[in-house]
């Protein structure tokens, strides 16, 4: 069974620093791009960040660029999100996802997709 578990969210001020982890589970994701969604409370699923399948290419939201760093660790099966500086407006549940073909390079659209994680909850208070 194919498992994405996010972990490292929390309640933090603004300006704080947090880092999610996506632990994946049951396949190997090392030839898939991954990527980071969030949603806030009565919003649409939004893009964030996604990497591609070596690393070594990643693509970012305009509202996160030069404050979020998406990373991959693929001998760990593990992506990560360092999010610095961060905002009130930040505050959502973050999802990680794994894309439905491999090689991808850094797709942004939810729907070429095909795992999703659970969601781990970031709270920014101002």
């Known amino acids: 069974q194919v498992q994405l578990v996010e972990s490292g969210g929390g309640l933090v001020q603004a300006g704080g620093s947090l880092r999610l982890s996506c632990a994946a589970s049951?396949?190997?994701?090392?030839?898939?791009?991954m990527g980071w969604f969030r949603q806030a409370p009565g919003k649409e699923r939004e893009f964030v960040a996604a990497?591609?399948?070596?690393?070594?290419?990643?693509a970012y939201a305009d509202s996160v660029k030069g404050r979020f760093t998406i990373s991959r660790d693929n001998a760990k099966n593990t992506v990560y999100l360092q999010m610095n500086s961060l905002k009130p407006e930040d505050t959502a549940v973050y999802y990680c996802?794994?894309?439905?073909?491999?090689?991808?390079?850094?797709?942004?659209?939810?729907?070429?997709?095909?795992?999703w994680g659970q969601g781990t909850q970031v709270t920014v208070s101002s």
């Open positions: 996802a794994a894309a439905k073909t491999p090689y991808l390079l850094t797709p942004t659209a939810d729907g070429l997709y095909a795992y």
């Open positions: 049951g396949r190997t994701f090392k030839n898939v791009a």
């Open positions: 990497i591609t399948w070596s690393g070594g290419g990643t």
